[in-house]
């Protein structure tokens, strides 16, 4: 019943590094006729494989109509195939009984070559294709077709291949089953340059080949833990009523506040074509100053710090909202803690105070990191195993246990008694560092996780909720072990006559807070949200330690490539 | 069983713009006891209301240790409260009994007021939640605690109120059931200056009410399709297998390829407070030019276009993935098709050709519209109603019917013979314009999305892969009625040496691409992905006509406020 295919004669290449895609697909339909298409010998059509595209018309780009329908549906359109999920080896070994379901089944798959070790009469290839950290392993005899493509030389670590073959129950220790080979496709070979070879190289070194680390267990693990973080993210929030909602990236409002942003502009190039800018070509005022009105958005923009007075307008529309997306900081801090463009959570929610705001922060690091947990087991053991060790106890305490509260005057008080010195002083009215911060979470507390609420208004921002003492906000930071402060959040001022007066007593320019104080003035509401800085979330579920290898493209002061 | 709450005396403004938020709640605890918050009178212990908080603890900001058990978890910390889901309007209507099934329930709704009709010993109000586009009717008489505020005229349209009652089946014929209210709180007034007002307001106007938009029923029904259609997204590709990239933002790479970018500076005003630049102080190079070196990225640096090279590194590593994030364009096209900055959806998937492209791209349209005909049942009806009669029926067909594909060449033979007189010439090489491609889908194929396949290769991108012919590319654009172009996607150039022979051919810089070549290098494989600007399908669910009516903030030339 197998398909019988041509081979490639017309392609340019050599026939193994260029191997057209459908070759390796199994055709259901048996009348599927390639018409312009060569290809090689397919694969038998019980074989399960990847298999998108059940029906490819005569028609397609035949530019012929033979029938004399008058339709156009019938004269020129065909049919597009149908989407089939892929078949990976998360699939083939992620079960329960780790593949021994599939024993016997005849299957094919496609990824790349981790290793391969040749024995005098069996060679055995380790193929990994990104869905799970573990690879399969894949065990051939001289006699399986495409054998002399390993003879030759052309399965190396890094080249894709395709193999198909039949799971057996394996004889190694390290998996229950393997693929007993029938048959191997080198699709794409690898270089000899490939950098990734087995032997370990450092994770600076894999900055610098931030196109290929992903190809690592580390960085595949990771890259598979920030994905299942960033869904927990969106299912927490939507499964709780709450609406996303896109906070601007570009922002020429003048209430963004403080820090260092990034100017957007198309005064200088506008693209790699003419970098060579002459200052003399930049629009000026006769004052010699930069003329914004000639600017794109006709006066200086810049790259969000934070959604959140965006997002309040939302909020106080829609009920409950969440912002997920980047935010830029062009602080230049060098350093294994900061980027200068980073993804934030932050939700805020209507009638809600501070209380509500802890409750909801709580239960939503409870649930995305028991969904890691229970979503991500191999790679979390590599995590545990590798990076940082005791991670998943950590992790499953942070689930487990109920996060406590302290007020920040209790907090210096337990600094104050603590038989520990610090680097930096401890007094009412200061911010706590780092140091202070870690010390409570992870020595005072044992691990758990902790939040101090209600800060002196002086060191926070001026949007925060003044209490009743005149003294202090309603603001709260979450802290975690080994990361410090992971949360952020406030209940918001929203008394009109409370904020103007703070934005007074601060010397900002209430004009320009028009429309977020346009929210305090119709239908204002007690409301509340918190900021949650994605990479930090994912070093705290990984234990990376340097937050540059924890987003798949960093930028830092002077590293923007890729 | 009701906790008794004291008035809040020490509340610095007039009690009913300025109630504590607690004060709404339901404490499920009887030992709960404020210490340093006074309260209004609650609500019954037995109303539904939203309660997140069932715990405050009495050591809560008081500083006062009173246990003598040493440990801090007893000596400061208390235990933070549990996170509940709000009961929303959505809710209480939103099943299929209409809300019938609560008759008798007494809960309690937080939200605004749209309407308000006094009659003679009834008064009605209308109040919205952001939950759902329908309101939920309030009947009062006048014996209902806080009827005062309706006479002293506090109840506007925009002010924010509580309203607890018990729910009774409606003797109107627009809703099911009503709220029968025993109690209202005015939680925030609204000034008389509301700019949104029960009659209707152009979306001209609320564009300039970027803030206060979502509270209309016409942008609260947007957000909500564009939400169901963002967490449909990524359902999609998650149960799929796919995983989520965070592409970058901000790129210095050199391969960005064509097309206005916004350039990423620190060179001229990093902060709002020095916008006042003088050109003296941009850094410059001896003979006159911008001294890239001393910029943050240490050279010019720009906004993305597009993550797709980006992705493909990731898709060569992990098999399938997803980018969902902003990109930007610096084109000054002041149309209701452009913004400045936009959503794309970029899928990237290894293994795969372009029939398996147009597959995937196919079930994805399919599976998000119909998200959203089955979650947003109510919003739709208002779109259907109000906004583009037929939009339901449309979208239907598109979940119904299968997708058909023709070739550009049967495309530009189609448009030939067709009886109708085009502004732009109709000729095999040139681009089709917008209305070719709505010719095609909505006259040609009446109404059903079309794939154009095979374009050729002088009008596409460098990096689409060659067909056999040598004359067109692996390229699709899937056309829509009422959009034209939703969908843009390839088969990649997989064939190192093509691809060589392509950059050259195109006088494109080799080394600038070197990262992306590697892919090619090492262990190549075909590979495939698409492009959807999430705004045009948001537009395409939504039939709305402006694209800057659904995206929350929309940036286009000269305008970047809120």
Redesign the interface.
């Known amino acids: 019943m197998a398909a019988k295919f041509l081979p490639a004669t017309?392609l340019?290449?050599t026939p193994f590094?260029?191997?057209?895609?459908?070759s390796?697909f199994h055709i259901s339909k048996p009348l599927f006729r390639p018409l312009?298409?060569p290809f090689f010998e397919g694969f038998p059509a019980n074989a399960r494989r990847?298999c998108?595209?059940t029906a490819?018309?005569e028609?397609?780009?035949?530019?012929e109509?033979k029938k004399v329908d008058n339709s156009?549906?019938n004269r020129?359109?065909?049919?597009?195939?149908?989407?089939r999920?892929?078949l990976?080896i998360?699939?083939v070994k992620g079960g329960a009984d780790q593949g021994l379901g599939r024993v016997g089944q005849s299957l094919s798959i496609?990824?790349?070559?981790r290793t391969l070790r040749s024995q005098s009469s069996v060679t055995f290839i380790e193929i990994n294709?990104?869905?799970c950290l573990s690879n399969l392993q894949c065990v051939m005899n001289p006699d399986a077709e495409g054998y002399h493509q390993v003879e030759s030389g052309s399965v190396l670590t890094?080249?894709?291949i395709?193999v198909q073959g039949t799971i057996v129950a394996s004889q190694g220790t390290k998996q229950k089953v393997e693929l007993k080979v029938d048959k191997i496709i080198v699709?794409?070979?690898?270089?000899s340059?490939?950098p990734?070879q087995k032997k370990r190289v450092s994770r600076e070194f894999l900055r610098t080949k931030?196109?290929?680390r992903?190809?690592t267990n580390t960085f595949?693990a990771v890259?598979?833990v920030?994905?299942a973080l960033?869904?927990a993210t969106?299912k927490f929030f939507?499964?709780?009523?709450f609406?996303?909602?896109?906070?601007?990236?570009?922002?020429?409002?003048?209430c963004?506040g403080?820090?260092?942003?990034?100017?957007?502009?198309?005064?200088?190039?506008?693209?790699?074509e003419t970098?060579?800018?002459?200052?003399?070509a930049?629009p000026?005022t006769k004052g010699?100053?930069?003329d914004?009105s000639q600017d794109?958005?006709?006066?200086?923009?810049?790259?969000t710090v934070s959604g959140q007075l965006?997002g309040e307008?939302?909020a106080?529309?829609?009920?409950?909202v969440y912002m997920f997306?980047?935010t830029?900081r062009?602080e230049?801090s060098n350093t294994s803690r900061h980027l200068?463009?980073f993804?934030m959570i932050e939700p805020e929610?209507?009638?809600?105070?501070l209380?509500?705001d802890?409750?909801?922060a709580?239960?939503?690091l409870q649930y995305v990191v028991k969904y890691v947990l229970d979503n991500c087991k191999e790679d979390m053991e590599f995590f545990d195993t590798w990076i940082d060790k005791g991670i998943i106890h950590r992790l499953s305490e942070v689930v487990e246990k109920?996060?406590?509260?302290?007020?920040y005057?209790?907090?210096i008080?337990?600094l104050l008694k603590a038989n520990k010195k610090f680097e930096f002083p401890v007094k009412w009215g200061l911010d706590l560092q780092s140091e202070h911060e870690r010390y409570i979470t992870e020595e005072?507390?044992g691990g758990?996780p902790?939040?101090i609420?209600?800060y002196p208004k002086e060191i926070k921002a001026f949007y925060m909720r003044e209490n009743?003492d005149g003294k202090t906000v309603a603001a709260m930071d979450m802290l975690v072990p080994r990361i410090g402060e992971l949360i952020g959040g406030s209940q918001r001022e929203?008394?009109l006559?409370?904020l103007e007066a703070r934005l007074d007593e601060l010397k900002l320019d209430k004009e320009s807070y028009w429309?977020?104080l346009?929210?305090?003035?119709?239908?204002?509401?007690?409301h509340a949200g918190f900021g949650l800085g994605f990479e930090r979330l994912v070093q705290f579920a990984t234990g990376i330690d340097n937050i540059r290898d924890v987003?798949?493209?960093p930028?830092s002061?002077?590293?923007?490539?890729?």
Chains 1, 2 share one sequence.
Request: net charge negative; aromatic share 14%.
């Open positions: 017309t340019r290449l590094s260029t191997l057209r895609f459908s390796f312009r298409r990847r998108f595209c490819v018309s028609s397609t780009g035949s530019g109509g156009y549906e020129f359109g065909s049919k597009v195939g149908e989407f999920r892929k990976k998360a699939e496609m990824g790349w070559v294709d990104g869905s890094g080249a894709s395709s699709v794409g070979k690898c270089d340059s490939y990734i931030a196109h290929l992903p190809r595949g890259a598979r920030r994905n960033a869904y969106h939507q499964e709780s009523g609406v996303w909602v896109a906070s601007p990236i570009i922002t020429a409002s003048d963004e403080a820090g260092e942003q990034f100017c957007v502009t198309t005064l200088i190039p506008s693209s790699h970098t060579d800018s002459s200052i003399d930049i000026k010699g100053l930069v914004w794109f958005f006709g006066k200086p923009a810049f790259l965006n307008t939302y106080t529309a829609l009920s409950d997306g980047p830029f062009a230049n200068a463009e993804w929610l209507a009638f809600a105070d209380n509500d802890m409750a909801c709580t239960a939503y109920e996060f406590l509260q302290l007020g005057t209790d907090a008080e337990l005072a507390f758990r902790v939040i609420r209600d009743d929203e008394r006559e409370v429309w977020y346009d929210l305090r003035r119709y239908g204002s509401v007690p987003i798949p493209f930028r002061p002077g590293s923007a490539d890729f």
